[in-house]
């Protein structure tokens, strides 16, 4: 009680956050209950009758099941695998600008895409992608009719990810720059009097200065596999490229809150949920064995 | 800088500023693209696409745009959302992150995993969009504004600034009989600048930028922000009939949509581009900051 009266403004000022957390973080998750439920929002969430994991087994039984869950997975995963490389390679090649102003303007540009919102980027790709659009009149004059990018559901995959790329690239790759400025001159130096082409001191000193950043950047990303962006695919969706561009996140915002089946939505909500912490428990555990037990925890 | 380059040195650098040379247009043509487009005349466009004589331009997209009162409403209340977000979040985690810096509150281990699982886990959208409605928080501007607003990456943003304010200074205002609050809005609080921009300018761009939770929280289209009336013109390509006078045939309506929505663009990304180049440096700094574990 003493302690508590001499250092109560230390609650006092941690409160805020507390309470918030507890309601709009934890109350969700006592929320969740409901995907074991039939629920009723007039019984509420105590009230509903339990179901075991009924809301589970139709959605691993349901047809949609294996198309969403694949387009989840696709998705991110060449997603990572397409965009990881990118930002590293960004910072080597801005690495070696020595002119400190055209490095900062070069950063300025790349830097730029980043803070576009998702809509206008979405809107872009519709405009750009149009039949009409700028890049079919190129692919016009070269196959003679235009693409239809935006509603084929073979394109859609290149067209989130390669714009996903141009919107973020130059953004993720500030982190690794910073990184490459702390490398001692001098070890370059030396490495060149011994005679060590650009290629080697790249490999040689840059990139193990980086190598763990790299890891714990793709711990990160690896973990949210499973929780790629709603707010992009579901603004690219259109009525025909859905074959590929379903993904869990759309389903369940689709058959939650545009439906209803507030009970199967949650569950299938959960489901994603629980993969993603464990994708992220296993690339973790991975990633701090092959990199000399740098991992995130 | 080195001693020399070989040869093969030379032509790697020149290989490189090549590609970063590419990466730079890669990014901005698109960009130079959407503002040249949006001068252009409406009619001239659809024919013929981008062109570069001077009677073909026109800003009669801009007008529209500017004329719209659902953009201009959307305009005021991202304004709106976007600086109470920021207040509110910059409050809230700096309280806590000063909190948590100390040593000695009590409980502290327990609290940051608290927060930080829930940067991993979830309950999911439908069971915080049924806590939202149950709060009575649907279709007022607070849904918008207050489940977002603790963010554990901020309140470890601020963890880490505080704890590299040094003790001795509270130490020696305490010995002057200066009590916990007063050492924090005095002393404190005027050294915290930085982090407070920092963050504010993060909460800003992010709120300004969003769409998902004013979509699924508000139906009142009076309080939609400017993304969502974006998304109508940009996407749904609902470009409001009001906009345009209702005699004008369809034709016009086709001839003028494809414009409306280059300047949609243009006026929806100028605040931030322009503030851009200038925040260039605080927006590094808090990409740093939050790389330090």
């Known amino acids: 009680m003493e302690y508590f009266k001499k250092h109560y403004f230390l609650y006092l000022m941690l409160s805020p956050a507390l309470i918030l957390t507890l309601i709009f973080k934890y109350g969700p998750m006592y929320g969740a209950i409901i995907a074991f439920?039939?629920?009723?929002p007039i019984r509420g969430i105590l009230g509903s009758e339990w179901v075991g994991l009924y809301n589970f087994e139709k959605f691993l039984s349901s047809p949609n099941f294996e198309v969403i869950f694949m387009n989840t997975l696709k998705l991110s995963f060449f997603g990572l695998i397409l965009s990881f490389p990118v930002p590293i390679l960004l910072a080597l090649m801005l690495n070696q600008v020595r002119r400190a102003g055209v490095k900062k303007n070069i950063q300025l540009f790349l830097y730029a895409p980043n803070f576009i919102s998702v809509v206008v980027v979405v809107g872009m790709l519709f405009i750009f992608?149009?039949?009409?659009?700028?890049?079919?009149?190129?692919?016009?004059w070269i196959t003679g009719e235009p693409v239809m990018f935006m509603s084929r559901p073979e394109y859609f995959r290149w067209i989130y990810i390669l714009s996903d790329i141009w919107t973020g690239a130059g953004w993720a790759s500030i982190i690794y720059v910073a990184a490459l400025a702390n490398v001692d001159p001098e070890l370059h130096n030396a490495a060149n009097l011994d005679g060590a082409n650009l290629l080697q001191r790249i490999r040689h000193i840059d990139l193990p200065t980086i190598r763990p950043i790299m890891a714990i950047v793709f711990i990160l990303a690896a973990g949210g596999i499973m929780s790629i962006g709603f707010e992009k695919a579901y603004l690219m969706q259109t009525a025909t490229n859905l074959p590929t561009s379903e993904i869990i996140p759309t389903y369940v915002y689709?058959?939650?809150?545009?439906?209803?089946?507030?009970?199967?939505?949650?569950?299938?909500g959960l489901f994603n949920s629980i993969i993603n912490v464990i994708l992220l428990l296993t690339v973790n555990f991975t990633v701090k064995k092959l990199n000399e037990g740098e991992g995130l925890y | 800088m080195f001693v020399k380059h070989s040869r093969l040195d030379r032509f790697m650098l020149a290989l490189n500023a090549a590609f970063l040379t590419l990466a730079v247009l890669i990014v901005i043509l698109p960009l130079i693209y959407v503002?040249?487009?949006?001068?252009?005349?409406?009619?001239?466009?659809?024919?013929?696409g981008i062109s570069f004589?001077?009677?073909?331009?026109s800003t009669e997209g801009y007008k529209m745009i500017l004329t719209n009162p659902a953009m201009l409403r959307g305009f005021a209340n991202a304004v709106f959302y976007a600086s109470a977000f920021a207040v509110l979040t910059v409050m809230v985690s700096v309280c806590a992150g000063y909190a948590l810096s100390d040593d000695r509150l009590k409980g502290k281990g327990f609290f940051m995993t608290l927060f930080l699982f829930t940067m991993f886990f979830g309950g999911g959208l439908v069971p915080t969009y049924l806590l939202v409605k149950n709060l009575g928080l649907l279709d007022t501007v607070w849904a918008v504004i207050i489940p977002g607003a603790v963010n554990v990456w901020n309140i470890i943003l601020s963890r880490t600034f505080f704890k590299g304010v040094p003790n001795e200074l509270?130490?020696?205002?305490n010995v002057d009989g200066a009590s916990e609050m007063r050492i924090f809005f005095s002393i404190v609080l005027p050294l915290s600048k930085p982090i407070i921009f920092v963050l504010a300018l993060y909460a800003f761009v992010g709120q300004w930028n969003s769409y998902f939770d004013a979509m699924i929280y508000l139906d009142n289209p009076n309080l939609h922000p400017l993304q969502l009336v974006l998304r109508s013109i940009l996407i749904q390509n609902q470009v409001d009939p009001g906009m345009i006078s209702d005699q004008l045939a369809a034709a016009e309506m086709k001839r003028l949509s494809e414009i409306i929505k280059?300047?949609?663009?243009?006026?929806?990304?100028l605040p931030l581009i322009i503030m851009y180049p200038f925040f260039q440096k605080y927006f590094e700094k808090g990409v740093m900051v939050g790389s330090i574990k």
Not at chain 1, 129 to 140: D, E, K, V, Y
Not at chain 2, 170 to 173: G, Q
């Open chain 1, 37 to 40: 439920k039939d629920f009723s």
């Open chain 1, 129 to 140: 992608l149009s039949p009409t659009g700028p890049i079919n009149q190129l692919f016009s």
């Open chain 1, 254 to 268: 689709k058959i939650g809150l545009q439906s209803g089946d507030y009970a199967y939505s949650a569950a299938v």
């Open chain 2, 35 to 48: 503002v040249i487009a949006s001068f252009m005349d409406p009619s001239v466009l659809l024919s013929q």
């Open chain 2, 53 to 57: 004589r001077i009677s073909d331009w």
């Open chain 2, 170 to 173: 509270k130490e020696a205002s």
């Open chain 2, 262 to 269: 280059y300047a949609a663009i243009v006026v929806s990304s």
